[in-house]
Antibody, heavy 116, light 108 residues
Framework: QVQLVQSGAEVKKPGASVKVSCKAS????????MHWVRQAPGQGLEWMGI????????TYAQKFQGRVTMTRDTSTSTVYMELNSLRSEDTAVYYC?????????WGQGTLVTVSS | SSELTQDPAVSVALGQTVRITCQGD??????ATWYQQKPGQAPVLVIY???NRPSGIPDRFSGSSSGNTASLTITGAQAEDEADYYC???????????FGGGTKLTVL
């Protein structure tokens, strides 16, 4: 079965960077694009971008252009999302997700707290 | 602001039918995908494509679209359907995805 396991919660200071990992299993890693979605406390879902694990190409939401980097390690079936220049508004749960032809699979979420 | 607009809150009596809508220009070209999210949980896909349900999603959930509006209909709402519902589709450029602001469904 498809499983996406994310790294643990992080606490960062404003201006710092955070790198969240998402380890995939149960399917061919290179066959499904991976999305990153975040959700601030009490707020809605926000799409951040997508990575093609096969070639590593990425598309980022305009809001995060220049501040987010998504990479992958095919040897460990892991995708990484790094967000720089953190501010308090980046406090959120960050999810990775993949879509097959008939379903979606989401990681458990990673809480990133930005606080001085 | 989101390119997909949803009503913030909707309520329905137990066993009745409710429609949750999502409006946006890109919906004239692309289908909406619908997610259900309960507190403290990751979103769950309930409708994708023209009107498709993943395995395990009850058939009381259905999707439709007309013009710039996509709809999620729950026929015979149950107490366990109380949740936040989000639509998702491509933006006007077609290159990015975007979520609606979400609709909080209360089952009375």
């Amino acid at each position: 079965q498809v499983q996406l396991v994310q790294s643990g919660a992080e606490v960062k200071k404003p201006g710092a960077s955070v790198k969240v990992s998402c380890k995939a299993s149960g399917y061919s890693f290179s066959s499904l694009y991976m999305h990153w979605v975040r959700q601030a406390p009490g707020q809605g879902l926000e799409w951040m971008g997508i990575i093609n694990p096969s070639g590593g190409s990425t598309t980022y939401a305009q809001k995060f252009q220049g501040r987010v980097t998504m990479t992958r390690d095919t040897s460990t079936s892991t995708v990484y999302m790094e967000l720089n220049s953190l501010r308090s508004e980046d406090t959120a749960v960050y999810y990775c997700a993949v879509s097959s032809s008939s379903d979606d699979y989401w990681g458990q979420g990673t809480l990133v707290t930005v606080s001085s | 602001s989101s390119e997909l607009t949803q009503d913030p809150a909707v309520s329905v009596a137990l066993g009745q039918t409710v429609r949750i809508t999502c409006q946006g220009d890109s919906l004239r070209s692309y289908y909406a995908t619908w997610y259900q999210q309960k507190p403290g949980q990751a979103p769950v896909l309930v409708i994708y494509g023209k009107n498709n349900r993943p395995s395990g999603i009850p058939d009381r959930f259905s999707g439709s679209s007309s013009g710039n509006t996509a709809s999620l209909t729950i026929t015979g709402a149950q107490a366990e359907d109380e949740a936040d519902y989000y639509c998702n589709s491509r933006d006007s450029s077609g290159n990015h995805l975007v979520f609606g602001g979400g609709t909080k469904l209360t089952v009375l």
